[in-house]
Nanobody, 115 residues
Framework: QVQLVESGGGLVQPGGSLRLSCAAS????????MGWYRQAPGKQRELVAI???????TYADSVKGRSTISRDNAKNTVYLQMNSLQPEDTAVYYC?????????WGQGTQVTVSS
């Protein structure tokens, strides 16, 4: 079983920045991808950013240019740096990983952008 532990969420003012972290532990098989999804109240879960094992990244249009996803393969950890945050970025952010033996989700971390 794989555990994903997220950290770094919280309350931030519009225009501010946050860095989310997600560390994978447990029965980790070959990781194909790690990434972040988010779900706002009343909305479906959506992809924010994902990074493949080779380093290729994909971003949602809504965060492109103001977010950066990175990964430390040695630590099985993925990071999401988000800048210029806006109230519409308010959501629960979930870490995700896809591995040779399946996939896993974190418990989620709340990000609230408000003045």
């Amino acid at each position: 079983q794989v555990q994903l532990v997220e950290s770094g969420g919280g309350l931030v003012q519009p225009g501010g920045s946050l860095r989310l972290s997600c560390a994978a532990s447990g029965s980790i098989s070959s990781i194909y991808a790690m990434g972040w999804y988010r779900q706002a109240p009343g909305k479906q879960r959506e992809l924010v950013a994902i990074i493949l094992s080779g380093g290729t990244t994909t971003y949602a249009d809504s965060v492109k240019g103001r977010s950066t996803i990175s990964r430390d393969n040695a630590k099985n950890t993925v990071y999401l740096q988000m800048n210029s945050l806006q109230p519409e970025d308010t959501a629960v952010y979930y870490c995700y990983t896809s591995m040779s033996r399946g996939s896993a989700w974190g418990q989620g971390t709340q990000v609230t952008v408000s003045s």
